[in-house]
């Protein structure tokens, strides 16, 4: 079965630092791998996919298939870049995502 | 429209009673899903369609959970003879195909926040 870890529930840094959200997952197949974020009072939204390899608001992640790894970086934290931040996971071939339980990132001023 | 609109925001219901909880995707979007989240949890998957075909319903997690979307644009989850495990946020999303990258992303509602007392 997939399964997406996030091993920080909190994570707390101050601007201009930078700043790692770790996720692992597990699945034996070809996974695509996604970052979702959420803002205070708003949705949802799609922040990367590891397909597109592109960098979104300062952030990048990479997969790393040897450690089943894809954390989220931004060298320079910004404070609206507080928000809650999953990582998410779908078969090759599946729309079906599965999602971890999240990492709260406040960046402090 | 503009975005995924979900309906109603908030939905507080005595338990026993069945509940109705309304998603409508951007226009044109293909696929359709449901998520559900508990506190403290990240979205799980309950069921999608591609136009008005289930496709996957593997989610739901027993028989009182049921969803349609007979048209292929607005989509109903119904929660019959609702319990207090039910409360959660309920999520929906529809997602487009982006040409090239061979990968979909969704665009999710804000989502219904459902309470059974």
């Known amino acids: 079965a997939q399964r997406v870890t996030q091993p920080e529930k909190l994570l707390s840094v101050f601007k201009g630092a930078p700043v790692e959200l770790k996720c692992n997952y597990s699945?034996?197949?070809?996974?695509?791998l996604f970052w979702y974020v959420q803002y205070s009072r708003q949705r949802l939204q799609l922040l990367l996919r590891?397909?597109s390899r592109e960098s979104i608001k300062g952030f990048t992640a990479d997969l790393n298939k040897g450690e089943t790894s894809f954390h989220l970086k931004k060298p320079f934290a910004q404070e609206e870049d507080s928000a809650m931040y999953y990582c998410?996971?779908?078969?090759?071939?599946?729309?079906?995502?599965?999602f971890g339980k999240g990492t709260k990132l406040t960046v402090n001023p | 429209g503009a975005g995924v609109s979900q309906s109603p925001r908030y939905k507080v219901t005595k338990r026993g009673q069945d509940v109705a909880l309304r998603c409508d995707p951007i226009s044109g979007h293909v696929s359709l899903y449901w998520y559900r989240q508990a506190l403290g949890q990240g979205p799980e998957f309950l069921t999608y369609f591609n136009y008005e075909a289930q496709q996957d319903k593997s989610g739901l997690p027993n028989d009182r959970f049921s969803a349609e979307r007979p048209e292929g644009s607005i989509s109903t989850l119904t929660i019959q003879r609702t319990e207090q495990r039910d409360s959660a946020m309920y999520r929906c999303?529809?997602?487009?195909?982006?040409?090239?990258?061979?990968?979909?992303?969704?665009?999710f509602g804000s989502g219904t926040r459902l309470t059974v007392v």
């Open positions: 590891h397909i």
């Open positions: 999303a529809s997602s487009f195909w982006t040409p090239g990258t061979g990968r979909y992303g969704y665009t």
């Open positions: 699945y034996s197949g070809s996974p695509e």
């Open positions: 998410a996971l779908s078969k090759g071939g599946s729309e079906k995502l599965v």
